[in-house]
Structure formats: structure tokens, C-alpha cells
């Protein structure tokens, strides 16, 4: 699978699952579906940290600095995830609250997804030849599977860092 199009499916996934949890209105199912986006949201991001910012670090001219933006929006990411996760958290639920941080969360991942899909997926497609971003997306989907077993088995996310042969 091109990781071009392995990238967009992810990003179309969790803006899915985000949808999901705002639209959730039986705490069960916000719960399960928050699970769900975080699961999502972390292996997404680890395996762009660990695999897609290496593989394209100097292959074009203006890719550090679209690494340099997309890892700037991750830790966005995180830190509105963490903070959407502390209110929904709480004891007593404070909808204001969690809807306050939904949107902030919903206004990271919107930056970090039209950030890639705007100016460092068309890099993509234009300096990495297809075989090569087919094998990236291979490695991808690979990486995933070990890192979804590894949560699955109460591990943490540090997939086995493989580069492409």
C-alpha cells in the first residue's frame, strides 16, 4: 500500500472516531469511542515519529522544516488528548468542559492533517518514487500490527524500529 494512501485513510479514520466521541451522548459509548480515539490518534503519530519523519529528513528541500511542523502539531495533539482525557476523567462530568477540550483537540488534529495533506503529502508524491512509498506504506502497516499487539498485551508503543531494506 502507497503511503500516501495509507496516511489519508489514517487521517480520515480518526477525524471518524473524533466525530464519533463528540456525537456520543451515553457515557459508555463516549468512553469507548475516546479508547478508541486515543489508540488511534498515539500509534498514528508514533509511527510517523519512528518511520515516516526519518525516511523523508533531507530527501527534499523543504522537508525538515514540514517534519519540524508536523512533530510541532503532534505534541498539540498529545497535549490536548491528555487534557481532553484528564476533564473526562473526572468524577463528576463536566460537559462544558469536555466539549471545551473536544474542540481543542478537533482544532490540532485539523492543523496536523491539512498541514500533511496540503504541503508534505504532495512533497511526497513528487521527490519519493511510487516503489519506494509503496514499501514505506508496507512498513507502516506492519509496524502498526506490532504495535497494536503490543497495547493489546499491555505493552507500551515502541514497535521494533525497522528501516526499509
Known sequence: ???????????????????????????????????SLV????VYLTLQRDFLYP?????FAAADGLISTSESNAKTID???????????????DASAFEDKMSSLGRALTAHF?????????????????????DLG???ADAES?????LDSGGGLSPARRRRA
Do not use: C, W
Open 55 to 59: 525516511e523523508l529528513s533531507g530527501s
Open 1 to 35: 500500500m502507497d503511503i500516501l494512501h495509507y496516511l489519508k485513510t489514517q487521517h480520515d479514520s480518526i477525524r471518524g472516531i473524533y466525530r464519533r466521541v463528540a456525537e456520543a451522548k451515553v457515557p459508555k459509548e463516549r468512553k469507548s469511542q475516546l479508547e
Open 39 to 42: 489508540r488511534s490518534t498515539q
Open 114 to 134: 491539512d498541514q500533511e495533506e496540503q504541503n508534505l503529502l504532495p512533497k511526497i508524491r513528487d521527490f519519493i518514487r511510487t516503489e519506494d512509498r509503496e
Open 146 to 150: 506490532e504495535l497494536l499487539a503490543a
Open 138 to 140: 508496507l512498513v507502516f
Open 79 to 93: 497535549k490536548a488528548m491528555k487534557s481532553m482525557i484528564n476533564v473526562a476523567s473526572m468524577a463528576a462530568f
